[in-house]
C-alpha cells in the first residue's frame, strides 16, 4: 500500500479560531492536506481541500479565513482514477473538490450529510453554499473499508456532528488521520477547543481517544505533518 500526503495548501486565519482563547487576534497559517491510498482494492482520496476557485466559491468566508493554494489537488491528481473518496467531514476546506472526481463513491457519516445540507446558523460559513448530489455512500458507524484492518472509519463527532477519523495500517505502521477532530497537538495539550465547534463534550472525548493511542502516527487536521 502506498501512502501519500498531498498539501492542498494554507489558510490564512485568526488563531482565535484554532486554539479558541489562545492567542486570540494573532493571524496564523494553517496547513490544508488530503490524503492519497493506494490499497489493492482501489484508490482511496482522504478529503479533497479547497478549490482552485475559491475567490469564486468562498464569498464571506473570505473575510475571515484566507486560502493560499499551493496544489491543485484535482489538477495534481488528474491521471489517478480515485475510487473512494473519504471525507473526515464536509466543511468547505475539507471536500470542496469532491465534484470532481468522478466515479468516486463518497464515504460520510449520514449525519455529517443531513447537518452539511442544512446547517445551524453558528455553522453555515463552514459548509458549502450547496451540497451537491454525488454518489455517497452513507455510514452511520465505524467502519473497517475493505475487512483487512488497514482502512478504518472510526465516529469522532464533536466538532461536527457527523465527523469521522481514520486509522491507517500502512505496511505494518499505524497512522491516524485525526481531521478535525483535533485542529493541533496544541489543542490537545491545553484542552483547548476548535473557533469552529458542534459540541465540547464530544471534542473532549476525541481527545481522550487520541491521547489513548499508542504506537500511532497522529496526523492532526491542521498541523504541518513532520514527513520523516
Ligand atoms: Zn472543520
Same mark, same amino acid.
Given at each position: 500500500?502506498d501512502?501519500?500526503i +498531498?498539501?492542498?495548501?494554507y489558510?490564512?486565519?485568526?488563531k482565535?479560531?484554532?486554539?479558541?482563547?489562545?492567542?486570540m487576534?494573532?493571524?496564523v497559517?494553517?496547513?490544508?492536506?488530503?490524503?492519497?491510498?493506494?490499497?489493492?482494492k482501489?484508490n482511496?482520496?482522504i478529503?479533497?481541500g479547497?478549490?482552485?476557485n475559491?475567490?469564486q466559491?468562498?464569498?464571506?468566508?473570505l473575510?475571515y479565513?484566507?486560502? +493560499?493554494?499551493?496544489?491543485d489537488?484535482v489538477?495534481?491528481?488528474?491521471?489517478?482514477?480515485i475510487?473512494y473518496?473519504?471525507?473526515?467531514?464536509?466543511h468547505?476546506d475539507?471536500c470542496?473538490n469532491?465534484?470532481?472526481?468522478?466515479?468516486?463513491?463518497?464515504?460520510?457519516?449520514?449525519?455529517?450529510l443531513?447537518?452539511a445540507?442544512?446547517?445551524?446558523?453558528?455553522?453555515?460559513?463552514a459548509?458549502?453554499d450547496?451540497?451537491e448530489d454525488?454518489?455517497y455512500?452513507?455510514?452511520?458507524n465505524n467502519?473497517?473499508l475493505?475487512?483487512?484492518?488497514t482502512?478504518?472509519?472510526i465516529k469522532?463527532?464533536?466538532?461536527?456532528p457527523?465527523?469521522?477519523?481514520?486509522?491507517?495500517?500502512?505496511n505494518?505502521?499505524?497512522?491516524?488521520i485525526?481531521?478535525?477532530a483535533c485542529?493541533s497537538?496544541?489543542n490537545?495539550?491545553?484542552?483547548?477547543?476548535p473557533? +469552529?465547534l458542534?459540541n465540547?463534550?464530544? +471534542?473532549?472525548?476525541?481527545?481522550?481517544?487520541?491521547?489513548n493511542l499508542?504506537?500511532t502516527?497522529?496526523?492532526?487536521?491542521?498541523e504541518e505533518?513532520?514527513q520523516a
Open positions: 500500500m501512502f501519500e +498531498i498539501k492542498n495548501g489558510l490564512e486565519c485568526d482565535g479560531f484554532v486554539t479558541l482563547g489562545r492567542d487576534g494573532k493571524i497559517k494553517i496547513p490544508v492536506y488530503c490524503f492519497l491510498v493506494k490499497h489493492d482501489g482511496i482520496l478529503d479533497t479547497f478549490s482552485k475559491f475567490e466559491t468562498w464569498n464571506k468566508r473575510k479565513y484566507k486560502p +493560499i493554494l499551493e496544489k489537488v489538477e495534481y491528481l488528474k491521471s489517478i482514477q475510487d473518496i473519504i471525507n473526515t467531514h464536509l468547505i475539507h470542496e469532491n465534484p470532481f472526481f468522478k466515479g468516486a463513491q463518497i464515504i460520510v457519516q449520514k449525519q455529517e443531513k447537518f445540507r442544512n446547517p445551524k446558523p453558528y455553522q453555515k460559513l459548509y458549502p450547496k451540497i454525488l454518489n455512500k452513507i455510514i452511520d467502519l473497517d475493505f475487512k483487512d484492518k482502512i478504518k472509519i469522532t463527532p464533536g466538532h461536527t457527523g465527523h469521522q477519523s481514520i486509522l491507517l495500517n500502512i505494518k505502521k499505524d497512522i491516524f485525526a481531521g478535525d485542529y497537538s496544541e490537545l495539550k491545553y484542552f483547548c477547543l473557533g +469552529i458542534w465540547p463534550d464530544k +471534542i473532549m472525548e476525541c481527545y481522550d481517544v487520541i491521547r499508542k504506537d502516527q497522529i496526523i492532526y487536521g491542521h505533518v513532520n
